[in-house]
Nanobody, 127 residues
């Protein structure tokens, strides 16, 4: 059983940066496809960025390109999401997800491909 635990969320001002962390237990991160999603109240879950199992290549969703970066630390068994130049529209609960499959790039953005989810960490961007 894989368990995920997010941290690092909070209240920030527009233009600020924030780094989210996701700790993984039960399996080593290099054997998992990992991703960050986000969900705002009343909205659908959105893909933010993902990390392929094989080689750890990272891929950013459209909403993340140019501002957000996903990375992993095999030694600490964690992944991170670095978010720069945050906007009020980025306000959401950010969720860490893990999948045991070896997903192709076009499949990373589908939440149904991930078997394990964390509880999420709230990010609020407001002046």
């Amino acid at each position: 059983q894989v368990m995920l635990s997010e941290s690092g969320g909070g209240l920030v001002r527009p233009g600020d940066s924030l780094k989210l962390s996701c700790g993984i237990s039960g399996r080593t991160v290099s054997t998992l496809t990992m991703a960050w999603f986000r969900q705002a109240p009343g909205k659908e879950r959105e893909f933010v960025a993902g990390l392929k199992k094989s080689g750890g290549s990272s891929y950013a969703g459209d909403l993340a390109k140019g501002r957000f970066t996903v990375s992993r630390d095999n030694g600490k068994n964690m992944i991170y999401l670095r978010m720069n130049n945050l906007e009020p529209e980025d306000t959401a609960t950010y969720l860490c997800a893990a999948g045991v499959g070896n997903l192709i790039t076009s499949s990373l953005s589908f939440a149904s491909n991930y078997e394990f989810w964390g509880q999420g960490t709230q990010v609020t961007v407001s002046s």
